[in-house]
Nanobody, 122 residues
Framework: QVQLVESGGGLVQAGGSLRLSCAAS????????KGWFRQAPGKEREFVAA????????FYADSVKGRFSISRDNAKNTVYLQMNSLKPEDTAVYYC???????????????WGQGTQVTVSS
């Protein structure tokens, strides 16, 4: 029921910043928790950040905590990932995910976007 489209990826120098956007559509969007995941070549997809439907609860992977910030604007049906102090290790395809509850964001079910490439040069 939820369709997601990521944007905002690109090539940046280490230490730089990017803001990713995930535009969502669907009648149940406002009740969905949202998350960002990433996958580097040859590696499994990993959790980056998640936010509850209200925006009141957020979680971050230890690797990005303090550098990345997830937020959402339900009026615009959009979730954001502000990425600061980027490192080459952050290079990956970033995916947006929607699930009915925050507790299931890392589970097997959910709606995924197609991903946006983030490349951080040394």
């Amino acid at each position: 029921q939820v369709q997601l489209v990521e944007s905002g990826g690109g090539l940046v120098q280490a230490g730089g910043s990017l803001r990713l956007s995930c535009a969502a559509s669907g009648r149940t969007f406002s009740s969905y928790a949202k998350g960002w995941f990433r996958q580097a070549p040859g590696k499994e997809r990993e959790f980056v950040a998640a936010i509850s439907w209200s925006g009141g609860t957020t979680f971050y992977a230890d690797s990005v905590k303090g550098r990345f910030s997830i937020s959402r604007d339900n009026a615009k049906n959009t979730v954001y990932l502000q990425m600061n102090s980027l490192k080459p290790e952050d290079t990956a395809v970033y995916y947006c995910k929607a699930t009915p509850a925050l507790t299931t964001i890392a589970g097997a079910v959910g709606s995924w976007g197609q991903g946006t490439q983030v490349t951080v040069s040394s």
